[in-house]
């Protein structure tokens, strides 16, 4: 274990991480970071907590290694704080203020660590309102404006699962604040804090949305636009076999192939015409529901119309494309998404399979030189806080 943690395996080999164990964008963002080579070393806490996903399977902690440290424990603190001296990043997704609480907020671990980034994940951000209120992904998205988007006219919002949030919105843009923040740590040697909000990340997604509605090219309601599937030559039709091909032919040449493959060249009204886009979509989904999905994608696969089949999570990873670039990969008896995105000089892989709780204690210990690591004391800390009753899901 220790050989294959120490090996180079991507661009942040030799960069460490104390991720304080948590559920859905932290445990995601950390992921990341140890799919690109960091050591990211994972605190959980006995028993665990929040929504569980059986550990043997819980790919998101893939490549990382587990550390069980009880933070009401006298000397939990002392000991995670031990860990923090020696790295170079920390991810924790309490609702703020807890960590303080517990003794390993951002003050006291950079006063053992002036150059450490302090990444906090949360739904509702360090302030604000709403900042100690618990929340999930949906109702992040929903006050940013960004669920309003998505779906037919007349209909509820149509949920993306926790796409669009936790992970876009919220792990991707802690990702990218913490690589920003060492950058500025190594150059200055001067760490900080870095407050990623999904409420923020996922706004922020939307900036072309918002550039095309203050231009007057998009307007505020669901099914009307471009690019809400409300255009008929962008959007998702039903085949003679109940299943989807996805059409997103936008410029012209690409239309052009589209309706001349999908048969309708001739009587398809002018695309550009709205008042005909009603019988524009009519007109293309009669024509799909004359064939079967896999015929569909036969008569487009060698075109540049961008036509697609719309695909499950199990027929994914079998697609040409996908298995000739290895989107996918098996390990440990899981199909799972490979690291992304690629490196020509520092190739990354999936090293190791889920950490197991607390598996990797004593190989840390060795490795970051921390032999406080091992437990000596299971004595709670009088009034110290329960992490489990004071963190809510996803990270707010």
């Given at each position: 274990m220790a050989e294959a943690q120490t090996a180079v395996h991507g661009p942040l080999a030799g960069v460490r991480v104390v991720e304080l164990a948590g559920i859905g964008p932290g445990p995601f963002a950390a992921m990341l970071l140890a799919d690109l080579g960091a050591d990211v070393v994972r605190v959980d806490r006995p028993g665990g907590g929040g929504l569980v996903i059986d550990p043997e399977y819980d790919i998101t902690n893939r490549n990382k290694r587990s550390v069980l440290i009880?933070?009401?424990?006298?000397?939990?603190?002392?000991?995670?704080?031990?860990?923090?001296?020696?790295?170079?990043?920390?991810?924790?997704?309490?609702?703020?203020?807890?960590?303080?609480?517990?003794?390993?907020?951002?003050?006291?671990?950079?006063?053992?660590?002036?150059?450490?980034?302090?990444?906090?994940?949360?739904?509702?951000?360090?302030?604000?309102?709403?900042?100690?209120?618990?929340?999930?992904?949906?109702?992040?998205?929903?006050?940013?404006?960004?669920?309003?988007?998505?779906?037919?006219?007349?209909?509820?919002?149509?949920?993306?699962?926790?796409?669009?949030?936790?992970?876009?919105?919220?792990?991707?843009?802690?990702?990218?604040?913490?690589?920003?923040?060492?950058?500025?740590?190594?150059?200055?040697?001067?760490?900080?804090?870095?407050?990623?909000?999904?409420?923020?990340?996922?706004?922020?997604?939307?900036?072309?949305?918002?550039?095309?509605?203050?231009?007057?090219?998009?307007?505020?309601?669901?099914?009307?636009?471009?690019?809400?599937?409300?255009?008929?030559?962008?959007?998702?039709?039903?085949?003679?076999?109940?299943?989807?091909?996805?059409?997103?032919?936008?410029?012209?040449?690409?239309?052009?192939?589209?309706?001349?493959?999908?048969?309708?060249?001739?009587?398809?009204?002018?695309?550009?015409?709205?008042?005909?886009?009603?019988?524009?979509?009519?007109?293309v989904a009669a024509r799909f529901k004359t064939r079967t999905r896999d015929e569909w994608t036969a008569v487009f696969e060698d075109s540049d119309a961008c036509v697609a089949p719309v695909l499950s999570l199990r027929e994914a990873p079998a697609h040409p494309h996908l298995a000739a670039r290895g989107t996918f990969t098996d390990h440990g008896g899981i199909t799972q998404p490979a690291p992304a995105p690629r490196f020509s000089g520092t190739p990354t892989t999936v090293r190791s399979g889920p950490a197991q709780p607390g598996a990797d204690t004593a190989d840390v210990a060795r490795d970051w030189d921390v032999p406080n690591l091992i437990p000596n004391s299971s004595t709670p800390m009088p009034g110290a806080p329960d992490p489990t009753q004071h963190t809510p899901k996803d990270g707010d």
């Open positions: 009880d933070l009401k424990a006298g000397n939990g603190p002392a000991r995670v704080l031990d860990l923090v001296e020696r790295a170079d990043i920390l991810i924790e997704g309490y609702r703020p203020g807890v960590a303080e609480r517990l003794g390993i907020g951002p003050d006291a671990c950079r006063a053992r660590n002036p150059r450490l980034v302090y990444g906090r994940m949360t739904g509702w951000g360090q302030d604000g309102p709403l900042a100690q209120r618990a929340g999930h992904d949906i109702a992040y998205i929903a006050l940013t404006g960004t669920l309003g988007m998505i779906g037919k006219p007349g209909e509820p919002p149509a949920v993306p699962v926790n796409l669009v949030g936790d992970f876009a919105g919220g792990s991707l843009y802690l990702v990218v604040g913490v690589l920003a923040a060492l950058h500025h740590a190594r150059a200055t040697g001067t760490g900080q804090v870095v407050d990623a909000a999904i409420v923020d990340g996922a706004s922020h997604l939307a900036a072309m949305i918002h550039a095309m509605l203050a231009a007057g090219s998009w307007q505020d309601r669901r099914g009307a636009n471009l690019l809400d599937g409300g255009c008929p030559f962008y959007g998702c039709y039903e085949t003679a076999d109940g299943q989807y091909m996805a059409v997103g032919a936008l410029e012209q040449q690409f239309y052009d192939e589209f309706v001349e493959l999908l048969g309708i060249g001739v009587q398809a009204p002018a695309r550009w015409d709205l008042a005909r886009w009603g019988e524009l979509r009519e007109a």
